[in-house]
């Protein structure tokens, strides 16, 4: 795999045992609720842009304004590291197929809030050995150990950790 999607990228920050799942096919975002409300919210803002760009079927990108500024938006803030990096993941695929992109940004529509995400000295390196790590996570056989983390409660793949 040389080219993780955007969601194996985002999985990584969030937990690692989801993105083993994620990579071998197993699929169950489509039962939960949070995500449900995430993509309620998603087709209920910024109706005026032209959203869902995807590109290779390796990033998609909720909107871009003139090719400079890509948007990403989210429902909360509770995994926001995750959402940052991912971000940064869709600024390094574009500008390595030449597009010149500015910036990011995270819109969180429900909390009227934005933040500014910049690919900065240190990032490229990081996320060409995320990207390796992601690599290696795909050739397990077996998935990682349970991470317990706060989030798991609401996770769509809680039932298969847990019973």
Not at 44 to 50: F, L, T, V
Not at 99 to 114: A, H, Q
Not at 121 to 141: A, F, M, P
Request: charged share 35%; aromatic share 12%; proline share 2%.
């Amino acid at each position: 795999m040389s080219n993780p999607t955007g969601v194996m990228f985002y999985y990584y920050f969030v937990c690692k045992r989801k993105l083993w799942f994620f990579c071998k096919g197993i699929t169950l975002e489509d039962n939960s609720e949070d995500v449900g409300i995430g993509k309620l919210i998603d087709e209920n803002s910024y109706k005026r842009e032209n959203k869902h760009i995807n590109i290779d079927n390796v990033i998609n990108i909720d909107f871009i304004r003139d090719w400079e500024i890509l948007h990403d938006i989210k429902k909360s803030r509770s995994v926001e590291t995750a959402s940052v990096w991912q971000l940064k993941y869709y600024i390094y695929y574009l500008r390595k197929k030449g597009v010149d992109i500015e910036k990011g940004v995270l819109d969180y529509p429900k909390l009227k809030k934005r933040i500014d995400v910049f690919l900065e000295d240190g990032d490229v390196e990081k996320i060409e050995k995320i990207i390796d790590e992601i690599d290696g996570i795909n050739k397990l056989q077996i998935p990682l150990s349970i991470e317990n983390k706060k989030i798991c409660k609401k996770c769509a793949y809680y039932e298969l950790c847990y019973v």
